[in-house]
T-cell receptor, first 116, second 115 residues
Framework: EAQVTQNPRYLITVTGKKLTVTCSQN?????MSWYRQDPGLGLRQIYY???????DKGDVPEGYKVSRKEKRNFPLILESPSPNQTSLYFC???????????????FGNGTRLTVT | AQSVTQLDSHVSVSEGTPVLLRCNYS??????LFWYVQHPNKGLQLLLK??????LVKGINGFEAEFKKSETSFHLTKPSAHMSDAAEYFC?????????????FGTGTRLQVTL
């Protein structure tokens, strides 16, 4: 089954303790992206990747890191989490080549992160 | 620069009555436009997309949307609401002139369907 898999679904941590949220897709998609969803703000893009070893900042990259060493994986790293990073996070992927800017996104089921 | 405005944060309709979720966009270029739906505890799912072909776009579950360039709108409609339509809906714009796949999401409209 074609899917985007995020882990964990729920995560509670303390300020400053490094964490990683994993994301994997099995559709051979080039494009992957991370979003955070906050009430009243919709989804805001954190980082995206057009292909392996190619990543770029989205609208709200501060406090986050990503890597794209393999096509299928795109982990989100919080080196020193803070309470303002408490949010619902979504990973998404699409065909995403430059000629298919309108290819739909496939989303994971989300990771709810709480930083105390 | 591109932006999208969803005019209603909450919409409540009775089952069997029409649904209208409003979306206005701003884009420097000819945009691609999408509607996504999010059911509780789930990721977003594509409902439909406009990419400069027919201005009336039909999607899944009986939804459709009409692209109106003169009004810069892309409203989502459905003739008859079903209880299973209760969810949050996001209007999304993509600036096709960009070299990256850049999407801008609206803030969402929560649709409530009552008996």
């Amino acid at each position: 089954e074609a899917q985007v898999t995020q882990n964990p679904r729920y995560l509670i941590t303390v300020t400053g303790k490094k964490l990683t949220v994993t994301c994997s897709q099995n559709m051979n998609h080039e494009y992957m992206s991370w979003y955070r969803q906050d009430p009243g703000l919709g989804l805001r893009q954190i980082y995206y990747s057009m292909n392996v070893e190619v990543t770029d900042k989205g609208d709200v990259p501060e406090g986050y890191k990503v890597s794209r060493k393999e096509k299928r994986n795109f982990p989100l790293i919080l080196e020193s989490p803070s309470p303002n990073q408490t949010s619902l996070y979504f990973c998404a992927s699409s065909l995403g080549s430059l000629s298919s800017y309108n290819s739909p996104l496939h989303f994971g089921n989300g990771t709810r992160l709480t930083v105390t | 620069a591109q932006s999208v405005t969803q005019l209603d944060s909450h919409v409540s309709v009775s089952e069997g009555t029409p649904v209208l979720l409003r979306c206005n966009y701003s884009s420097s270029y000819s945009p691609s436009l999408f509607w996504y739906v999010q059911h509780p505890n789930k990721g977003l799912q594509l409902l439909l997309k406009y990419t400069s072909a027919a201005t009336l776009v039909k999607g899944i579950n009986g939804f459709e949307a009409e692209f109106k360039k003169s009004e810069t709108s892309f409203h989502l409609t459905k003739p008859s609401a079903h209880m299973s339509d209760a969810a949050e809906y996001f209007c999304v714009v993509s600036d096709r002139a960009g070299t990256a796949s850049k999407l801008t999401f609206g803030t969402g409209t929560r649709l409530q369907v009552t008996l």
